[in-house]
């Protein structure tokens, strides 16, 4: 009976050992069978909108492909991004960066896809790049870049119409538009601002007040802005300094807007240092769609910081003989270094105006 008993303990003991081995290797499969899934695992995100105003709202897409034989059960995908671009559902009093976690349940040969609100708080050019990946007790680190590019928020109404008598066409104008000598669009009464040579003495005799004739304006007209990144001498505060340079893209984003429509050819130049370490951004007079979008994603990339001084900007396109453009400065104060470049730019056959902001 002991030896029965002995031998049935045995069997026992040998089962049990068996199970136990068995759910060891289970769980290493399994493991490894993790493993191997997350190695099959493809995930990509990106923004819905390569750029978009600031102020708007844009999506944050993620995809998720399991190309696996099991299911994907509470993976999470964990990301830091700015709080510059707000998402919806993270905290929104974070000041710099927001932690952002989303978690995924994908069955086998399955692509989940997912959408997340966020609204474009500042302008600015902003990078993701790693996002780190929680699953089956291991973190990896995938490469998952994306990009977006906040363009500088667009103008209220009244701003536009300031920005449309810029570069307004009508000859009660202040804008010193440069004329086509050799075209002759009809009479009118003289205002004081034109040169004596404009006057017509058969017209003047006619009417008994001085009459001048009427040019027509250049076709495919040029115009170059310029945006000085220089603080003033005279103490102004950051923060006041910050949002001036700002409206000052604001600006410029709408004029090349409007002039990309009606065909002008539109450069723009800067002394402001720049995302990826340029000491001044400098983009050459061009017209269409594909050099409008460029230029945005361009002034996105501006940083609020001056590089080069301004004269030196200038001066690169003086030394170039620029010629028959209108030209606009713009900038938080006038002094006699850019006075000076302005003369200088009129004697080349430019039209010089420039706009002091804040004033």
């Given at each position: 009976?002991?030896?029965?008993?002995?031998?049935?303990?045995?069997?026992?003991?040998?089962?049990l050992s068996?199970?136990?081995?068995?759910?060891?290797?289970?769980?290493?499969?399994?493991?490894?069978?993790?493993?191997?899934?997350?190695?099959?695992?493809?995930?990509?995100?990106?923004?819905?909108?390569?750029?978009?105003?600031e102020?708007?709202?844009?999506?944050?897409?993620?995809?998720?492909k399991?190309?696996?034989?099991?299911?994907?059960?509470?993976?999470?995908i964990?990301?830091?991004?700015?709080?510059?671009?707000?998402?919806?559902g993270?905290d929104?009093?974070?000041?710099?960066?927001?932690?952002?976690?989303?978690?995924f349940?994908?069955?086998?040969?399955?692509?989940?896809v997912?959408r997340?609100?966020?609204?474009?708080?500042?302008?600015?050019?902003?990078?993701?790049?790693?996002?780190?990946?929680?699953?089956a007790?291991?973190?990896?680190?995938?490469?998952?870049?994306a990009?977006?590019?906040?363009?500088?928020?667009?103008?209220?109404f009244?701003?536009?119409?300031?920005?449309?008598?810029?570069?307004?066409?009508?000859?009660?104008?202040?804008?010193?538009?440069?004329?086509?000598a050799?075209?002759?669009?009809?009479?009118?009464?003289?205002?004081?601002?034109?040169?004596?040579?404009?006057?017509?003495?058969?017209?003047?005799?006619?009417?008994?007040?001085?009459?001048v004739?009427?040019?027509?304006?250049?076709?495919?007209?040029?115009?170059?802005?310029?945006?000085?990144f220089?603080m003033?001498?005279?103490?102004?505060?950051?923060a006041?300094?910050?949002?001036?340079?700002?409206?000052?893209?604001?600006?410029?984003?709408?004029?090349?807007?409007?002039?990309?429509?009606k065909?002008?050819?539109?450069?723009?130049?800067?002394?402001?240092?720049?995302?990826n370490?340029?000491?001044?951004?400098?983009?050459?007079?061009?017209?269409?769609?594909?050099?409008?979008?460029?230029?945005?994603?361009?002034m996105?990339?501006?940083?609020?910081m001056?590089?080069?001084?301004?004269?030196?900007?200038?001066?690169?396109?003086?030394?170039?003989?620029?010629?028959?453009?209108?030209i606009?400065?713009?900038?938080?104060?006038?002094?006699?270094?850019?006075e000076e470049?302005?003369?200088?730019?009129?004697e080349?056959g430019?039209?010089?105006?420039?706009?002091?902001?804040g004033?």
């Amino acid at each position: 009976m002991a030896e029965y008993v002995g031998i049935f303990t045995w069997i026992v003991v040998g089962i049990l050992s068996f199970l136990v081995l068995l759910v060891i290797a289970a769980r290493v499969l399994y493991g490894l069978m993790k493993i191997v899934c997350i190695r099959q695992m493809e995930y990509r995100r990106y923004f819905s909108e390569e750029g978009v105003y600031e102020g708007e709202t844009v999506y944050l897409v993620e995809e998720l492909k399991n190309r696996s034989l099991l299911p994907m059960i509470g993976m999470d995908i964990e990301s830091h991004i700015t709080a510059c671009v707000a998402l919806e559902g993270c905290d929104p009093d974070e000041k710099m960066m927001q932690h952002f976690i989303s978690r995924f349940t994908v069955m086998p040969f399955t692509t989940v896809v997912r959408r997340h609100r966020a609204v474009a708080k500042k302008r600015g050019y902003y990078e993701l790049e790693t996002a780190r990946v929680s699953y089956a007790g291991m973190d990896i680190y995938l490469d998952s870049k994306a990009d977006l590019a906040v363009y500088p928020r667009m103008l209220e109404f009244e701003q536009t119409r300031q920005m449309n008598r810029f570069l307004s066409y009508d000859s009660a104008s202040r804008t010193p538009l440069l004329t086509d000598a050799f075209s002759f669009t009809g009479i009118r009464e003289y205002t004081g601002k034109e040169p004596f040579s404009d006057l017509n003495f058969k017209a003047t005799a006619r009417a008994g007040q001085y009459m001048v004739n009427q040019k027509g304006y250049l076709l495919g007209r040029q115009i170059q802005l310029y945006v000085n990144f220089q603080m003033p001498q005279k103490p102004m505060e950051s923060a006041v300094f910050s949002e001036l340079i700002e409206q000052a893209l604001s600006h410029v984003a709408y004029a090349v807007g409007m002039g990309v429509q009606k065909g002008y050819r539109i450069g723009l130049c800067t002394n402001s240092r720049m995302v990826n370490g340029a000491y001044f951004l400098r983009f050459p007079r061009q017209t269409g769609l594909v050099h409008y979008q460029e230029l945005l994603r361009q002034m996105a990339r501006i940083r609020l910081m001056a590089g080069n001084s301004f004269a030196s900007v200038i001066d690169m396109d003086i030394r170039e003989q620029i010629t028959g453009c209108e030209i606009y400065i713009l900038t938080t104060y006038l002094d006699e270094s850019i006075e000076e470049r302005i003369a200088r730019l009129g004697e080349l056959g430019n039209a010089v105006r420039p706009v002091v902001l804040g004033s």
